[in-house]
């Protein structure tokens, strides 16, 4: 998984950009070229989405998916960083910030959704092991976070 506004790099790590633009900042890059990819697009929002994750409620991460490849092995997803989030108010006073475990959770969960459309049923899946995992920048309220993912394996 990766995300483009505030990246993800390798199969876990995030990492940052100024931009939404589909260009990688500097010194990165992205798991896949997202020239043509409308980053504005909903392919599914959070209503379609739950027809496939078991998420809900404030662990329900993301918003919309973006994009998916024909064959459902890549995919973008994104979620907007809001000011009333539930950790907003103590990660950190006065300077909050998205705590890394939910950037990892947010690409979890685009991963679930696109494994369960691939199999053609809502499917429990869980994370078993997270490798290489690097937080290159900081994600704040008002900031859009996509997260890409492609397959690593798919069984």
Not at 103 to 124: F, H, I, N
Request: hydrophobic share 45%; charged share 20%; aromatic share 10%.
């Amino acid at each position: 998984m990766q995300t483009a506004r505030n990246e993800s790099g390798g199969a876990t790590a995030p990492a940052a950009s100024g931009e939404a633009s589909g260009t990688p900042p500097a010194g990165s890059k992205f798991l896949f070229d997202l020239a043509g990819i409308d980053l504005n697009a909903t392919l599914a929002d959070r209503t379609a989405i739950e027809a496939w994750n078991p998420h809900r409620g404030q662990m329900a991460l993301l918003d919309r998916i973006v994009w998916t490849s024909p064959d459902m092995s890549r995919s973008v997803g994104a979620t907007a960083i809001r000011d009333d989030a539930f950790w907003v108010p103590g990660h950190f006073p006065g300077k909050p910030m998205f705590p890394g475990v939910l950037m990892v959770e947010t690409a979890a969960q685009l991963a679930c959704y696109v494994y369960a459309k691939r199999k053609g049923e809502p499917t429990l899946a869980a994370f078993l092991r997270l490798e290489n995992c690097a937080f290159r920048n900081m994600v704040q309220p008002r900031d859009m976070f996509y997260v890409l993912c492609q397959d690593v394996k798919y069984q």
